[in-house]
């Protein structure tokens, strides 16, 4: 069965500072990894995704994530943190014959 | 282009009481999904339709159903509510026969039964 685990419930970084959001995961056969990301009383909105290729993919409004097979994560980060980051991002895996699987969700606070 | 739409944003119903949840795409997606999201624990698929004419049940089924009424709208149904089905409601779509097709969500309903 799939699963994902987002290890921290609330990460906070000052604005400006580098920012990482963790997600691992676990499934069967090759992952197609995902981030989105959720404003306060909005719907999810897709950052990125990881298909194949290159472990390192860009995404929508600065941010990338990291593919690493061997530690089984795929780690949201953006070099510089704007306040306007802040909200709740989600990381979700899909394998094949396999629904989408969402982890908990992660609550990013950038201080000004 | 509105994307995936909801009605309605807000609903209190009490124990017992049956709604109906309406969610539309105008993206021409062949897939969508209903997903209800409690805190803490992420989104949870109720009930999925890959295609028109096809529906299938998700991790949370029970207590819901679903109606795939055209290529556009799919239809979450309670029957009879229950405190455990407060929670908010989301629909998404997404593009069949690629497992690589991100989702596109709807704005959600709050639902809380009381």
């Known amino acids: 069965a799939q699963s994902v685990a987002q290890p921290e419930d609330q990460v906070n970084v000052a604005e400006g500072n580098p920012l990482t959001v963790k997600c691992t995961y676990s499934v069967s056969g090759n992952p197609y990894l995902f981030w989105y990301v959720q404003y306060p009383n909005r719907g999810l909105q897709f950052l990125l995704k990881?298909?194949?290729?290159?472990?390192l993919v860009k995404g929508s409004y600065g941010f990338e994530a990291e593919f690493n097979k061997s530690q089984t994560s795929f780690h949201l980060k953006k070099p510089s943190a704007l306040v306007s980051d802040s909200a709740l991002y989600f990381c979700?895996?899909?394998?094949?014959?396999?629904?989408?699987?969402f982890g908990p969700g992660t609550r990013l606070s950038v201080l000004p | 282009n509105a994307g995936v739409t909801q009605t309605p944003k807000f609903q209190v119903l009490k124990t017992g009481q049956s709604m109906t949840l309406q969610c539309a795409q105008d993206?021409?997606?062949?897939?969508m999904y209903w997903y209800r999201q409690d805190p803490g624990m992420g989104l949870r698929l109720i009930y999925y339709?890959?295609?028109?004419?096809?529906?299938d049940k998700g991790e949370v089924p029970n207590g819901y159903n679903v109606s795939r009424l055209n290529k556009r709208e799919f239809s979450l149904r309670l029957e009879s509510a229950a405190p455990s089905q407060t929670s908010v409601y989301f629909c998404a779509s997404s593009e069949q026969g690629e497992l690589a097709n991100e989702q596109y969500f709807g704005p959600g309903t709050r639902l809380t039964v009381t």
């Open positions: 993206m021409n997606h062949n897939s």
């Open positions: 979700a895996v899909r394998a094949y014959g396999q629904n989408f699987v």
């Open positions: 339709s890959a295609s028109e004419g096809t529906t």
């Open positions: 990881y298909i194949t290729g290159d472990n």
